[in-house]
Nanobody, 124 residues
Framework: QVQLVESGGGLVQAGGSLRLSCAAS????????MGWFRQAPGKEREFVAG????????PYADSVKGRFTISRDNAKNTVYLQMNSLKPEDTAVYYC?????????????????WGQGTQVTVSS
């Protein structure tokens, strides 16, 4: 079992930056692929970015490519999402997710554990 706790959300103006963090419990963090998803009001939860256990593969949603960067620190059991050039359409609750199986995915069913989410609001 893995517990995930997100932090770093908040209110920012368009064009600004935020860095989200996701702290994971347990000694198996380094073996998990990790992902960030987001859900805006009235919309489905969507994939934002993922990272394999080694950090060697990092898929991104087209909407965030070039603006967001996912990274991880296995020594700290933490995954990050650096968000730059934020837009009002990035406003959503952002969720961290962990995948215990080999490989990485871009859909909700690919992940086994979820955090409680952190709100990101981008004002125009």
């Amino acid at each position: 079992q893995v517990q995930l706790v997100e932090s770093g959300g908040g209110l920012v103006q368009a064009g600004g930056s935020l860095r989200l963090s996701c702290a994971a419990s347990g000694r198996t963090f380094r073996t998990y692929s990790m992902g960030w998803f987001r859900q805006a009001p009235g919309k489905e939860r969507e994939f934002v970015a993922g990272i394999t256990s080694s950090g060697g593969i990092t898929p991104y949603a087209d909407s965030v490519k070039g603006r967001f960067t996912i990274s991880r620190d296995n020594a700290k059991n933490t995954v990050y999402l650096q968000m730059n050039s934020l837009k009002p359409e990035d406003t959503a609750v952002y969720y961290c997710a962990a995948r215990s199986r080999i490989g990485i995915g871009t859909t909700r069913t690919n992940y086994d554990y979820w955090g409680q989410g952190t709100q990101v609001t981008v004002s125009s």
